[in-house]
């Protein structure tokens, strides 16, 4: 059941998209969770952010819808960015932001995984804009999130400006610290920017691992991208939802 999010606001009851064990001929049953994802779609597309999850018992199918539902996404709007990342139950709370900088490093450039060649085609053609993006809207973001020698690599298939403006942001973050609230607010502006030229699907899979960092940055974000053209999404498994260190379910 898919309750409708108010702009700007998280709902007190999450929109769920909530899944039977996977048929054995992919997605015979599922299209009614792609068409309320396509509806969420359509929102964010119109300028009007949205969150949604998805969530299902072990080996029902909520990878694999979510990456259907990118595929055929990415299929339909030739502007679309799409970004995933995952959290891992052997690191738990001991590997912070771990989806949110697996999707940073994915639009930076970072294509492994990323078999669709179309797909990583379209995350080339974007780079410069991104870099650069990123650069002006989240240097302390940058160095916390992304490890330098990967925006070097991106930045040298850019020319020397861009790797002009590398050099300079590397000189600043070394002299960098900031708080968790601020780098939340340079991941937001980060998006917001990207999402005024290329309209973008962030992908979260196996939430029910995330720790304490990544939960409160989702959060951030699902109360302040507002008018972005972005659809956060994200998977877990009621079930298995990790404790704290106090016993806690997140």
């Given amino acids: 059941e898919v309750a409708q999010p108010q702009t700007g606001t998280v709902p007190l009851s999450p929109p769920t998209v909530s899944l039977s064990p996977l048929p054995s001929t ?10 309320q994802l396509d509806r969420h779609l359509a929102a964010a597309l119109s300028g009007h952010a949205r969150v949604a999850f998805i969530s299902g018992e072990a080996g029902g199918g909520k990878t694999t819808l979510l990456a259907e539902f990118i595929r055929r996404a990415l299929g339909t709007h030739g502007d679309l960015l799409a970004a995933s990342g995952g959290c891992n139950a052997q690191f738990g709370y001991g590997d912070p932001y771990l989806p949110f900088r697996q999707a940073l490093h994915a639009l930076t450039g970072d294509l492994e995984g990323i078999q669709d060649e179309e797909h990583a085609r379209r995350i080339r053609s974007a780079l410069p804009f991104v870099l650069e993006t990123l650069l002006a809207q989240g240097p302390n973001l940058a160095s916390a ?9 991106g930045a040298f298939r850019l020319g020397e400006e861009t790797a002009d403006a590398l050099a300079k942001f590397e000189a600043r973050a070394a002299d960098s610290q900031s708080g968790q609230l ?3 607010d340079e991941f937001t502006r980060v998006l917001v920017a990207i999402s005024r030229r290329y309209p973008l699907i962030l992908a979260l899979d196996d939430l029910q691992w995330a720790d304490q960092g990544s939960i409160s940055l989702f959060f951030h974000l699902a109360r302040n991208l507002r008018e972005a053209r972005v659809l956060l999404v994200g998977n877990y ?14």
């Fill in 182 to 184: 601020a780098l939340f």
């Fill in 145 to 153: 999130f992304l490890p330098l020698e990967a925006l070097s690599r």
């Fill in 26 to 35: 992919p997605f015979v049953g599922f299209e009614s969770e792609l068409a």
């Fill in 237 to 250: 498994r009621p079930e298995e939802i990790a404790l704290d260190r106090n016993g806690k379910r997140h």
